[in-house]
């Protein structure tokens, strides 16, 4: 598939680990002549290309043949205009592996939890004996893994909607998990959020899959469309949770207790598991080997350790409300801070606050950035707790040493996204857990 760059001109729009990685590739193509366009003008790109750097970067696009677009790059209306030689690495790989092999493709998308589902898939994939690879915004980049693809592979590929929202390939198999209010001001809109979701099985076929969440009325509607099997979960015909046991229909499969990640929407996650591996034909025990040994990814609800008598979790993943409610309600009545707070997306934080002011969170640790928001939210909701403005992640741990209970949790599960003072969440979760351990281990030589 590459080599029908050979002779033409690519120009690579974004250069993050994306198109870093598929530019590895691009390079050993005869004749391929490569141009990298990054707002960033400070960007260290490789020798030997073509330099678009700064406010202007997009203004030469109509120089090249093919444009290959960075999935954090949004459709301004240049790229708009040149829509017909736009494509992206994600559907390029696609394309190379259709081409090349016949591996199978488990692509898994979902506002929350599609990283610990990939995860989880592969694991469960590979205690079977399968030759899995992990890809996407979990594991490694797609094209990275690309030498490493036979007939007998199956490419488990987390999706974001930023990969998606122009997605005209197929996976065999699609997870879609849930679809929450989230990068709106990426997409412009809930409805285009979902709708870009839903790219995951626009190009299906009756031969393949889709695996969807059947309490979501967004994914219901987009599986009601689809060309490809729908298998619902969270169905009592299908897989669902129940008490105290995972069902698939009315046949028992194991305890839900046997799954070490906490939280109720860990369990959904399971599901979608169980329905992957009921498609594939691989025997349920393989999924319950592997949720009782794994205990999760870093900053989804990660413990990082007790100090002075306070239990710190990090939850630097939760960009969103309905994620935070979700660690809220995995926590409830445990709670003695929390930490909320980063750049404002013009989220709805209602739900949210009547949540906080239901559950009587004692202490509030507000951030910069939505803060203004997010407290008056709270006090239109009827919080009668104590709010703690702060402007950095020092002071909100330090807050959270001094007005946190002993025997409860502080807990960072910010509700937002992290972009007003970090690059992203995984520098905000380990800001979080630097500190916690900083602060925490000083104070405990005090005692």
Request: hydrophobic fraction near 40%.
């Amino acid at each position: 598939m590459l080599e029908s760059f050979r002779n033409k001109s690519v120009l690579l729009v974004g250069f993050e680990k994306t198109n870093r990685a598929f530019y590895e590739r691009l390079k050993t193509v005869e004749g391929v002549q490569i141009g990298i366009a990054d707002k960033n003008a400070a960007a260290k790109l490789p020798s030997g290309v073509a330099a678009h750097l700064g406010d202007d970067y997009l203004a030469n696009m109509q120089d090249y043949d093919v444009i290959v677009r960075s999935p954090g790059v949004r459709y301004w209306p240049e790229l708009l205009a040149m829509q017909e030689r736009v494509t992206t690495a994600t559907q390029l790989f696609f394309e190379h592996v259709r081409a090349s092999s016949k591996a199978r493709v488990v692509g898994v998308t979902g506002t929350k939890g599609k990283s610990t589902t990939s995860t989880l898939v592969h694991l469960m994939l590979k205690d079977a004996g399968f030759h899995s690879l992990l890809v996407g915004n979990i594991g490694a980049q797609d094209w990275d893994r690309a030498d490493r693809i036979t007939d007998d592979s199956i490419i488990v590929y987390e999706m974001s909607s930023y990969m998606l929202c122009d997605f005209t390939e197929r996976p065999d198999i699609a997870v879609m998990l849930n679809a929450h209010t989230s990068h709106i001001d990426w997409h412009g809109t809930f409805e285009a959020y979902v709708n870009a979701k839903g790219q995951i099985t626009a190009f299906q076929t009756p031969e393949d899959t889709l695996i969807f969440n059947a309490t979501d009325p967004a994914l219901t509607q987009i599986a009601n469309r689809t060309l490809a099997r729908a298998v619902p979960f969270k169905h009592m015909q299908t897989m669902h949770h129940d008490g105290d046991w995972f069902y698939d229909g009315s046949r028992e499969l194991f305890e839900t207790k046997d799954v070490r990640i906490p939280g109720r929407h860990n369990r959904d996650n399971v599901l979608a598991v169980l329905a992957v591996a009921k498609t594939l034909g691989v025997d349920v025990e393989h999924v319950h080997h592997i949720v009782k040994t794994f205990v999760g990814l870093p900053h989804r609800l990660e413990f990082v350790g007790t100090f002075r008598k306070i239990d710190f979790y990090d939850d630097a993943i939760a960009s969103n409300p309905d994620s935070t409610m979700a660690a809220l309600h995995t926590f409830a009545g445990r709670i003695g801070s929390l930490i909320l707070g980063g750049k404002d997306s013009g989220f709805d934080f209602g739900p949210l606050a009547h949540l906080i002011a239901y559950l009587k969170i004692p202490v509030i640790v507000s951030m910069p950035g939505a803060r203004h928001t997010i407290n008056g939210t709270l006090e239109h909701a009827g919080y009668a707790g104590k709010i703690v403005e702060v402007d950095s992640m020092r002071e909100a741990v330090d807050a959270c040493f001094r007005e946190t209970a002993p025997e409860t949790i502080a807990l960072l599960s910010t509700a937002t996204q992290s972009y007003d003072l970090f690059k992203n969440f995984e520098e905000q979760g380990d800001a979080f857990q630097r500190f916690v351990r900083e602060i925490g281990n000083k104070k405990n030589r005090r005692l």
